[in-house]
């Protein structure tokens, strides 16, 4: 008998916001779902992520409503959200009682797979959240963020998933959101953690394809005793996104392993989502091949050319080089945070401003939040002379105890200050919505009413693909949006003053 | 000490052919020469295949300077070339002497590896082209054709590859034109071969990306010791193409093996080759996906669209699935050929005269031809009821002998008719020009002079996208071509004459 490998699918999630921007609408996701749910999926994951600052900010869609919809429209099927931790989907640390909350109301309009993860991999950003989803019943699934560097070992990681059993997670996610675990690392972590943590411990794998090696590592994964992996229905795949469904449950003919997914339900899911796709041709990623240099370079593509127009905008297009050398340093100084969002975005400008302005002249205000501490422990130690600095340009402190222990219960000022804006209609989902997204919601609410908007558009009456994707800016405080945000920095220095802006990687 | 794993970089031969219609032009693959000759591959597959045809349908280049320009830049890479048997590049048998005459030219010119293969793996086919590269002391490539069938089995390839190695071959490569090749099988096969011929006999394998499984099965081919495989550099690469080069490199790390490629010059020659794509994008295929409908349906995604266009000019579109459906019997009729070029194309037209005008009522001139044995012998025995259709439709006698045992010696024919042609240099080169194509190689002997044209355009200056490219029309002779080539059929049925186009797949 073949080993059943069960396969959680990203197109309603991750596969649209790696390749189109997040931009997809429930009303182009709604025809596809009856086939999924006849797939024979583990699960879907549905929301989280960009999805909910997308719905609200773009598509002017109630991001509760979307999931109550997928609840009723998949009822045989697990419906699965990426959760970030303290952070839940919003840009901060959140007070323990509004994780609480949010978990609750999550797991009551239809969640019944929480994966939580911590950009640093601090055990104390998953706590609370991995307590709270498992008092509601349903599954709790910590992730671990790979990445690498010189401090990160097959060891340190399994370590980490020992401590996620430890908290009570149902099943360890390794989440590799840059496409950099290669084969052999795939086949040692699953086997370390199937060793230290038990066989009977549930290990999923979540990949990216981008630099075109992943699929063969999910294959050393399962052969090393993984029990799932996530892929996206081949219409929506490869790229930035993620591998192919139906190839993954071709590639397992004869091996002893098999999904038992339904391929003509699979095959209706493609041909579906292959119309839906040109609709949406301004957003998507113009990146279709693979890109491997981030093996050496440690910088992921999109940061580079982020950091290329910034660069261009303050007239300085030929210190690149010097700025992708300063990068790994930067990395190195801040304790070797792995490069995703928002530690990507934050350790790329500091190295721009290095460069432009004097190593560590001046600070963003992120970087100098990551080196004092306030986005939790990273794994090496950080410059003692850098974290002066910091305490020094910000005035605050250096904290080694939990981000989140510093919050005072805030639960009920949310709540007022929600109920208070037009169109709030009063209910925990709304105050949450606020909560995450405190400049974006007051619009939302008031303009809830008119309904959806569909942002796809007639695949003819649109200009060439993607650039002008990256360019739709955003407030100012949503410094670490994962959509296509971008920041603004004044920042002052002997008198002058530069403008410098920032885009997510 | 890890293995080293032998690459054939694909970037000057069959990326471009699988991507680009083969329209690539010497002068746009010089510049990157020095780099691929520095890089450390095993070799560079840079000639044969449809760039013969290419070069004087299209480009007005002479494809033996094309060589020799290779030989000159690439002074210490093998140069290898793909050789279609007894058809060696063009669309017909040749008899023996002109197969010896073109592979003592190849060697002479520069080729140092002839990877030879039949579209039907019948061995008669290959003899003589295969005793012909070991006289010229050049590497001889035995290839197989890699295809599934209830009659294909992993005993049958061994033994395939065990008459290969009896003929002398220095290697054995297994080919799979339609990613086809899945991961289990490429275990099994490359296992089998090794046990059966020695360890030391060496396989290559030659995949596509298509059905985006076979990267996979490359990393189970060398785990079952494979010496080496094809790639193609990363910015030519995936699609109907093949697996990035770079990925390749990447994905081995700890694993045991290696490919002491310089990683410095791979990208060096994906820069480059990232410059000259957009150039001939109106030539570029428009799947980058995955298909993988091809391992249920047997009919290579190509193929389809084709029938789909013939229905369509048919004013029968709405029979596409009956066609579809027609593929499998006929190929079960016709002995399981692989549904490779030319198969593909008579296959699937004589799919469509079944439908569209009752079973085998009409049959297509060259689907009688593989009836009754002038392509060579398939693997499985053919409907003898259709083998008399075809003898008593076109007045020729079943053979069973070697198709090429019938020809009458026409080096001397050739040779005079060549050099009665404006233009013509005398040389037994362009003896050998004229001998592949006949229709073409007038024109091009009295163009010439006039020197290369460069297809390429300025990527601003160009249409979108490729459909266009499938419409170029060719000559009525060229009914095998793997360019862009359509034959058109006068079929007259009860009195009433139907004009059918088929484009190969």
Known sequence: MPKTIDITELILRDAHQSLMATRMATEDMTPACEDIDKAGYWSVECWGGATFDSCIRFLNEDPWERLRTFRKLMPNTRLQMLLRGQNLLGYRHYEDTVVDRFVEKAAENGIDVFR?????????????????????????????????????????????????????????????????????????????????????????????????????????????????????????????????????????????????????????????FNTVRPRYKEFLSNITGVETEIFDSQIPGGMISNMESQLKQQKAGDRVDEVLAEVPKVRAVSGYPPLVTPTSQIVGTQAVFNILMGHYKVLTGEFADLMLGYYGETIGPRDPAVIELAAKQTGKQLITCRPADLLKPEWQDLRTAALAMPGC?????????????????????????????????????????????????????????????????????????????????
Chains 1, 2 share one sequence.
Do not use: W
Not at 443 to 468: C, H, I, L, M, Y
């Open 116 to 272: 939580v993860f911590d950009a640093l991999n601090d055990i104390r950003n998953l706590q609370r959240a991995i307590a709270a989803v498992r008092r509601t019943g349903k599954h709790a699934q910590g992730a671990i963020s790979y990445t690498f560097s010189p401090l990160h070992t097959i060891r340190g990681f399994v370590d980490l998933a020992q401590k996620l059993v430890d908290l009570g997670c149902d099943s360890i996610c390794i989440k590799d959101m840059a496409a950099l675990l290669k084969p052999q690392p795939a086949y040692d972590l699953v086997k370390g953690i199937k060793e230290a943590c038990g066989q009977n411990v549930r290990v999923q794998i979540h990949v990216h394809a981008t630099t075109g090696v992943t699929m063969v590592s999910l294959m050393k994964a399962i052969e090393a005793g993984a029990d799932g992996v996530d892929t996206a229905i081949s219409s929506l795949s490869l790229g930035p996104g993620h591998n192919p469904t139906e190839s993954f449950v071709e590639m397992l003919e004869g091996t002893g392993f098999d999904t038992k997914l339904d391929k003509n339900s699979l095959l209706k899911i493609k041909k579906y």
């Open 425 to 505: 209609n009063g209910s925990d989902e709304d105050v949450l919505t606020f909560a995450m997204f405190p400049q974006v919601a007051p619009k939302f609410f008031s303009t809830r009413e008119q309904g959806p908007k569909n942002v796809g558009k007639d695949p003819n009456a649109q200009p060439d693909a993607a650039p002008a994707s990256g360019t739709q800016s955003a407030p100012h405080d949503t410094g670490k949006g994962p959509v296509q945000t971008k920041i603004t920095y004044d920042v002052k220095l002997n008198g002058k003053t530069h403008r410098v802006t920032v885009k997510p990687a």
